[in-house]
């Protein structure tokens, strides 16, 4: 039978409850368990695609097109299995079902409430994950536990438990345990009250999982042990992690896995963390630096590119380099062309977004990097951006733009395909999740993908626009991926450059820590191309121990 795991979080929000229910998924699989993963976000939006960045931060887009929250990202990335749009629900989502069916007639006139009607959705909704290639479904809840949202939420997993049996659920809550500087003292209080509202609500925890700054002794595990009821073993912390990717093997060795294990009575082997563990070995040998603009309109909360922070880091952690990221305000590019900062960058990516604000910067940043053999990749509206770069200042074509941007542009080079311009539902004109893209042969989107098929998730609704593509031809843009129809140009890139490549697709969402996208490696193999070439004895390491050896020589010994 399928066991369920239910991550709730307290104290505060932001803790990271994703990252230890993509952790536990990562052990989970290590151990040779089949998992997949779950968000029910309280919130009453239907989903996350029409939210502000700066209120959620990045959709994440799953490849049967669902627009999701974006700790699908972490799970996906963590446990290496790709999700579906049945891995997120929100309330508004329950509630629109409930709704729906009451009009349909389908409780009989019955008087509709939250129990059991909107319980039993959500019930039904971690059910619709349960299949024979499923051995646990790890369901995280998000908001805090005494959100007055999160109310319906909390009474559907404690059901749960009644449903399917005490040794198929395992509750697991996340909490803070703060360090209060005066005092020099770290809380337990936090904690112990988080863990009362909880189980005010019917849920005794089995596993509480200490968020803290550093580690915590033993001593204040037994305190929370003893004070919430909760085995010692039950106790684990997750102190502050010098990286992401280092998580699951602080929390297996704090034993969180071997205890789920035991409430869920699986007999799973020890877990093999061989190739994880090379993994984070691997990110902190890294020596070598790069430095990545992100040209972006939303870098105020990083939050809105963390699928593309993700990805370009594990980019990085393919050549053994640290990538630091350089937050470029898109509005303030033009700004910046006299100063050395854009110059500075080894590479830049221009990620996507919608609207009119900043689309200029992000304009003069693709012809910066053009101009100055800079590696650039763009992604969706990067991609158009660029084009409109090209046709602007290398076609001559005055005034080009997207059509979404300047309805008036005489040069629409960004369009709406003729099919989508008379559906008055946005929605309806979007393009979400996987499609496939055949590469030109011999094309160098082609080479990084080693084939010349392949399938990448978008979200978006223009195109480059077909009816002014005999501009381009024959020039040195190439339109070096199109539609299976040959309607749709997927892929562009610069032939007289070191990487100037863009895609109208979002290939950040499919990459791995330990499997980075193509297009991301290749891009930070190409800044470091850059860099090394602008400071060679930064690369050569025969060089930097002969200078250490002769500053050694020449210190006095008193030093």
């Not at 990085?316 to 854009?342: K, N």
């Not at 709406?416 to 004109?429: A, E, I, S, Y």
Request: proline share 5%.
């Amino acid at each position: 039978m399928t066991k369920h795991v239910f991550v709730t979080g307290g104290v505060a929000s932001s803790l990271g409850k994703g990252i230890s229910a993509s952790s536990l998924g990562r052990l989970l699989k290590a151990r040779g368990l089949r998992v997949t993963m779950q968000k029910l976000d309280p919130y009453i939006n239907v989903d996350p695609g029409t939210m502000n960045p700066f209120e959620h931060g990045e959709v994440f887009v799953t490849d049967d097109g669902g627009e999701t929250d974006l700790d699908l990202g972490h799970y996906e990335r963590f446990i290496d299995e790709n999700l579906s749009r049945a891995s997120n629900a929100t309330t508004g989502s329950i509630y629109s079902s409930v709704l729906a069916q009451e009009r349909r007639g389908d409780y009989l006139g019955r008087t509709v409430q939250v129990i059991p009607h909107i319980t039993d959705e959500i019930k039904r909704r971690i059910r619709a994950l349960v299949a024979e290639d499923v051995d646990v479904v790890i369901t995280e809840i998000g908001g805090t536990v005494g959100d007055i949202e999160i109310l319906p939420f909390l009474e559907a997993i404690r059901q749960f438990r009644l449903d399917v049996g005490r040794d198929n659920v395992c509750y697991i809550h996340v909490t803070l345990v703060p360090f209060i500087g005066p005092s020099g003292e770290q809380k337990t209080k936090p904690t112990q009250h988080s863990v009362t509202e909880l189980r005010s609500r019917g849920i005794q925890p089995d596993v509480i999982v200490c968020r803290s700054e550093s580690p915590i002794g033993e001593g204040l595990k037994r305190k929370i042990s003893s004070l919430c009821d909760v085995q010692p073993s039950g106790v684990v912390n997750a102190a502050d992690a010098g990286n992401l990717y280092e998580v699951p093997l602080i929390l297996h060795d704090e034993g969180f896995d071997a205890e789920v294990c035991q409430v869920l009575r699986l007999d799973a082997g020890e877990p093999d963390l061989t190739e994880w563990q090379a993994l984070v070995d691997k990110i902190e040998r890294a020596e070598r630096s790069v430095r990545i603009g992100i040209i972006g309109k939303y870098v105020s909360l990083p939050d809105a590119y963390l699928s593309v922070v993700e990805a370009t880091r594990h980019g990085g952690f393919h050549h053994g380099a640290r990538v630091e990221i350089d937050w470029i305000q898109a509005e303030e590019v033009e700004g910046l062309l006299a100063s050395s900062r854009l110059a500075d960058l080894d590479g830049m990516v221009i990620p996507g977004g919608f609207g009119e604000r900043g689309t200029e910067g992000k304009v003069a940043a693709a012809r910066f990097s053009r101009e100055n053999g800079i590696p650039c990749l763009g992604l969706c509206l990067g991609l158009q951006m660029m084009v409109v770069d090209y046709a602007r200042n290398v076609l001559g074509l005055a005034g080009a733009n997207s059509r979404e941007l300047d309805p008036a542009t005489p040069y629409p080079v960004i369009d709406l395909m003729d099919d989508q311009r008379d559906v008055t539902d946005k929605g309806g004109t979007m393009r979400l999740g996987a499609y496939v893209a055949e590469l030109q042969p011999g094309s160098k989107v082609a080479e990084i993908y080693g084939r010349t098929v392949v399938s990448e998730r978008h979200r978006h609704r223009y195109e480059f626009n077909p009816r002014l593509r005999h501009h381009f031809e024959g020039t040195t843009l190439r339109l070096s991926g199109e539609s299976p129809d040959h309607r749709l140009v997927e892929f562009v890139e610069l032939d007289d450059h070191p990487f100037w490549v863009a895609t109208q697709a979002h290939p950040e969402l499919k990459s791995r820590p330990n499997r980075a996208a193509p297009l991301f490696r290749e891009l930070v193999g190409a800044a470091l191309d850059r860099a090394e070439g602008r400071n060679p004895h930064l690369f050569d390491a025969d060089a930097v121990d002969a200078a250490a050896v002769a500053a050694a020589a020449a210190t006095p010994a008193s030093a």
